[in-house]
């Protein structure tokens, strides 16, 4: 069995979960940044925590509820911008690699972020899905640097 403090967190920071996103998803900090919150939000989503999803979106465009979505597997994020904050509003540009039955897909997207009641809060942002069609023998979309035919299979 493998310890949560030698898995590495899904956000791609490089850390381990334990010193990266895990404090944010457990409550005992708050990110800091959009960013930060960005990151602790794909996370949550590659390990399927829909509460923390739930409870970082901004009360105006939170949904009731998140239905469990274990068919879906993230497999990387990639941040493209995070701008200078301005006037407690933040944004995130980023591209997510995941697949479903389906197949692969990358999700990009400008997220918005606001600053309120001593807390960054996910706002919105439009998404825009693109269907990857990999080969075989092309690099895996999870950023391995293996074959996909060896690694996440086509």
Request: glycine fraction near 6%; charge should be positive.
């Amino acid at each position: 069995m493998t310890h949560s403090s030698l898995k590495s967190c899904p956000c791609g920071s490089g850390l381990s979960l334990e010193a990266c996103c895990q404090p944010y998803h457990q409550g005992s900090t708050l990110p800091p940044t959009p960013e930060a919150l960005m990151r602790s939000r794909y996370a949550a989503f590659a390990l399927n925590q829909r509460d923390y999803l739930l409870a970082t979106w901004h009360p105006t465009t939170r949904p009731q509820q998140l239905p469990p979505d274990p068919d879906t597997r993230w497999v990387a994020l990639e941040i493209i911008a995070a701008p200078p904050v301005a006037d407690d509003q933040g944004s995130v540009h980023f591209r997510a690699t995941f697949r479903d039955p389906g197949g692969w897909h990358v999700l990009e997207e400008v997220s918005r972020f606001v600053w309120q009641e001593q807390r960054w809060w996910y706002v919105d942002g439009t998404p825009s899905v693109t269907r990857l069609k990999p080969r075989r023998n092309e690099p895996c979309l999870c950023g391995s640097g293996r074959k996909l035919k060896v690694c996440c299979k086509a």
